[in-house]
């Protein structure tokens, strides 16, 4: 059974930063693209950023620069570090395992933490 538990957000001011994680089990976490998504109520879910095994990173544009996506693969977690927080960063946030497979794709999402940037 894949479990994808994310943890991690919370409420911060504008300019503040956290840290999410997320713990990855069931699945063989080095050959799946890990990532970040965000949703915001009345909107689609939007890519924040992924990350290989070989480290290779991708980011929105929106969030180079201030985010950051890591992986520690000994412990089958993802992190983003969120920096200089902004009121628009307000979303729901999601952990992504993604697979794509000769006959199908393999795609796991976490229930979701909720960041919230306001003074």
């Known amino acids: 059974q894949v479990q994808l538990v994310e943890s991690g957000g919370g409420l911060v001011q504008p300019g503040g930063s956290l840290r999410l994680s997320c713990a990855a089990s069931?699945?063989?976490?080095?050959?799946?693209?890990m990532g970040w998504y965000r949703q915001t109520p009345g909107k689609e879910r939007e890519l924040v950023a992924t990350?290989?095994?070989?480290?290779?990173?991708t980011y929105a544009g929106a969030m180079k620069g201030r985010f950051t996506i890591s992986s520690d693969n000994a412990k089958n977690t993802v992190y983003l570090q969120m920096n200089s927080l902004e009121p628009k960063d307000t979303a729901v946030y999601y952990c992504?395992?993604?697979?794509?497979?000769?006959?199908?794709?393999?795609?796991?999402w976490g229930q979701g933490t909720q960041v919230t940037v306001s003074s």
């Open positions: 992504n395992a993604y697979r794509l497979r000769a006959v199908r794709v393999d795609d796991y």
């Open positions: 069931g699945i063989m976490f080095s050959i799946y693209r």
């Open positions: 990350i290989v095994a070989d480290g290779t990173t």
